[in-house]
């Protein structure tokens, strides 16, 4: 019905920078908020970013100046650009979409299935 799709996670060094974005296909009424967070192991899931259909912002403290989120709404995709990256935050990285349901008009959350970013030397 509802589909997010991630790519762009990978193996860097510390220092290096990826892009992973998640779009999202199906079918939904709109977009409400669209999120990334992360899971390491043995730690539970956090918010990285997130970000509202009208551009305001959040990031967790430990990414802030070093992450951007953004969006495409007319892709219906949101990106998670990361530089400055740290041995810390490897992390399986989720993408979470909030969206106004096509039949119910009810908000209801989508989680991607996570794209793997591993930060090490």
């Known amino acids: 019905q509802v589909q997010l799709v991630e790519s762009g996670g990978g193996f860097v060094q510390p220092g290096g920078s990826l892009r992973p974005s998640c779009s999202t296909s199906?079918?939904?009424?709109?977009?409400?908020?669209m999120g990334w967070y992360r899971q390491a192991p043995g730690k539970e899931r956090e918010l990285v970013a997130r970000i509202i259909s009208g551009g305001t912002t959040i990031y967790a403290e430990s990414v802030k100046g070093r992450f951007t989120i953004s969006r495409d709404n007319a892709k219906n995709t949101v990106y998670l650009q990361m530089n400055s990256l740290k041995p810390e935050d490897t992390a399986v990285y989720y993408c979470?979409?909030?969206?106004?349901?096509?039949?119910?008009?009810?908000?209801?959350?989508?989680w991607g299935k996570g794209t793997l970013v591993t930060v090490s030397s």
């Open positions: 199906g079918s939904f009424f709109s977009i409400n908020d």
């Open positions: 979470n979409v909030n969206i106004n349901d096509i039949v119910t008009m009810r908000r209801m959350d989508y």
